[in-house]
């Protein structure tokens, strides 16, 4: 949710922050902008639309300078045009600065502003926030770090800034509240990024600012400082894991298609080094301390947002069936707001790609303040979630950029069934099904290859069924996530109205919506299989068009569709993983038929880090 870049050093700024730019646009599309020193000056480019646009919008000779900021915007306040662009200035343009977040007092201090004759142009909290730094600048006389330090102190709500001004033209200021911020580290050269994709070119060492800190880069180095205490904090460097290939197309049309055909090879770094075939036993260090407190456990609540909520579903389905203890899965933005019965005999646990998602780091934070113990189930390394949990289980998914999450679901599902694993051994659960299990978890990979080499049958399908306004899903048990994960998938990358439903829901209403026009997917196991079957009967008496995705083909099945896509057969804690890609593979090729910008939908970002 909007991308920040800053860059302090010998090169030339605006190619960093265009770069930069580029990498982070996956966050935001709807304005782009860089602001560079220019002896002594600050210049600023920006407009609306992608970076692309902004690279054209920029006479090729300008920015020339050493020290710049950038923006990619993900809109909050105020329409995507050129004037709530960032980067935002004051009104007399000594000071600039990108933010990703959200100011909540904003109002009061535009009003405050406004009492002492300075009128912001734009709709955004973030003028109101630099206009308001400027001010105090002019009021207290005081240098440029104290004057950011102090009127930070004035702000509620959320932030991630970079900040320059002509007074100190060799200065950037960084400063995190909510909004995930890190520093890259080079030689005689200083980043700072949203996170850590524009930096991985240029430099591995990287320092995570946590909340309420406040950095200062000068050529000669840089010093993090507690914006309340006002004292120096010592800071670990700590290195960039991936590789940068990781983070590029790598000669795919789309980042969605590559992590698609990824996942064979994700799904195996998700179990590499934690099952031990020998000894049939899991294992996963970062819960190993705290096995006996999560053993002790009455109640287990899983909380998440979008695709980390259905791989969260089928998680609760896994631990409960494995470990008879009651799990609930809920909304992480419901969970925040609501009365909820956590306390120190439940074990909360936070689903996060991004591990950077607002509303389930705010979850996992409120259930650490009732006396849960929180474990973390997150992609991204070193993430605010990931850092804030007492536990938990990194899903080695890499990098994922496209907006549609594809890759992080499956590995999800892995870890749910190897956290679910651990805990049944621990507890001696019959170890027939945790041999099964395992075996099958083992097979994965190459299971999973099989069905994307079996691609081409989704494309034939997505060629008949483009051209349509509403899709249903349906599935039961473990495939009713995976429905509501495949209308996910189709509705935000397609703009098709999509519903995922329980097969036998459909009755109590979403039949009504049936007739010749609307295409019905089915997934269909062996259990339930009458069950779903008297589903599609009544589907097809309604004239629905019906797909099948299922572990079998029968000429049961074919009397009622030519449009099938077999998958292997595997244990129902793991179908999820065959059974999704298929619909992955359906939302992507109906998108590019519709000519949809699948990497970045309209309206979308990855990575929600505003409420
Ligand atoms: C859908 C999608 C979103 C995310 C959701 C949570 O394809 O990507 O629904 O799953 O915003 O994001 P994370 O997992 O980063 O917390």
New binding site residues.
């Given amino acids: 949710m909007c991308g920040i870049v800053g860059y302090l050093g010998n090169r030339k700024a605006k190619d960093v922050l265009i770069s930069g730019l580029k990498r982070l646009e996956y966050r935001g599309y709807d304005s782009a902008g860089i602001a560079t020193m220019e002896s002594a000056k600050l210049m600023i480019s920006k407009t609306s639309g992608k970076v692309e646009d902004l690279i054209s919008s920029i006479p090729a000779d300008s920015h020339n300078g050493n020290i710049g900021i950038g923006h990619t915007r993900w809109a909050t306040h105020g329409r995507p045009n050129d004037n709530n662009a960032h980067p935002h200035s004051d009104n007399a343009k000594k000071f600039s600065i990108v933010h990703n977040g959200i100011i909540e007092n904003y109002n009061s201090l535009k009003i405050f502003l406004k009492s002492k004759g300075i009128v912001c142009k734009s709709d955004t909290d973030t003028e109101v926030l630099v206009q308001f730094i400027s001010y105090i600048y002019s009021e207290k006389k005081l240098s440029f770090t104290e004057t950011v330090r102090l009127a930070l102190k004035e702000v509620v709500g959320a932030y991630g800034i970079v900040i320059m001004c002509d007074y100190e033209p060799d200065v950037i200021i960084a400063a995190r509240f909510g909004s995930p911020l890190l520093l890259g580290i080079g030689d005689d050269e200083f980043f700072v990024a949203s996170d850590s994709s524009p930096i991985i070119e240029y430099t591995r060492n990287i320092i995570f600012l946590d909340e309420g800190e406040l950095a200062v880069i000068k050529p000669t180095g840089y010093e993090v400082r507690d914006i309340n205490e006002n004292i120096l904090v010592s800071k670990e460097i700590e290195k960039i894991k991936y590789d940068l290939e990781e983070i590029e197309k790598g000669g795919y049309d789309h980042f969605m298609i590559k992590e698609i055909n990824e996942q064979a090879h994700t799904v195996a770094e998700s179990i590499r080094g934690r099952i031990d075939l020998e000894e049939m036993k899991v294992m996963l260090g970062g819960i190993y301390d705290w096995l006996p407190q999560i053993l002790d456990a009455k109640h287990i609540t899983i909380t998440?947002?979008?695709?980390?909520?259905h791989s969260s579903l089928i998680g609760s389905y896994i631990l409960e069936e494995l470990l008879k203890v009651p799990v609930k899965v809920e909304y992480a933005s419901e969970f925040r707001y609501r009365e909820t019965f956590v306390n120190n005999d439940s074990v909360v646990i936070g689903?996060?790609?991004?591990?950077?998602?607002a509303d389930?780091l705010a979850a996992i934070r409120k259930a650490k303040d009732q006396g849960a113990l929180t474990l973390g189930i997150v992609?991204v390394v070193g993430s605010s979630?990931a850092r804030e949990t007492n536990c938990g289980v990194y899903i080695h998914a890499g990098p994922e950029i496209g907006?549609?999450?594809?890759k992080?679901f499956t590995a999800q599902v892995v870890i749910f069934n190897l956290i679910g694993l651990l805990l049944a051994q621990r507890k001696g659960v019959n170890a027939n099904i945790c041999q099964d299990l395992i075996n099958d978890l083992d097979k994965m990979p190459n299971l999973i290859q099989e069905v994307i080499d079996s691609g081409h049958n989704v494309l034939s399908i997505a060629k008949h069924f483009n051209n349509v306004d509403n899709f249903l899903y349906l599935g039961r048990g473990y495939q009713f996530p995976v429905a509501l994960e495949g209308a996910?998938?189709l509705k935000?990358i397609s703009y098709i109205h999509a519903e995922g439903y329980p097969a036998a829901e459909m009755k109590h209403g979403p039949i009504a919506l049936i007739d010749e026009e609307m295409p019905v997917v089915f997934l269909v196991t062996e259990k339930g299989y009458d069950k779903v079957l008297s589903n599609i009967e009544e589907v097809c008496a309604r004239g629905g068009q019906i797909i099948i995705i299922s572990t079998m083909i029968n000429d049961e099945l074919k009397s009622y569709s030519d449009h099938i896509i077999q998958v292997p057969k595997v244990h129902h804690c793991l179908q999820a993983l065959l059974t999704t890609i298929p619909l992955q593979l359906l939302a992507y090729h109906i998108a590019v038929i519709k000519g949809c910008d699948v990497d970045m939908p309209r309206n979308l970002a990855?990575?929600?880090t505003v409420e």
């Fill in positions: 998440a947002c979008g695709t980390s909520w689903v996060s790609q991004s591990g950077e998602t389930t992609n979630i907006v549609a999450s594809t992080a996910l998938k935000e990855k990575s929600v």
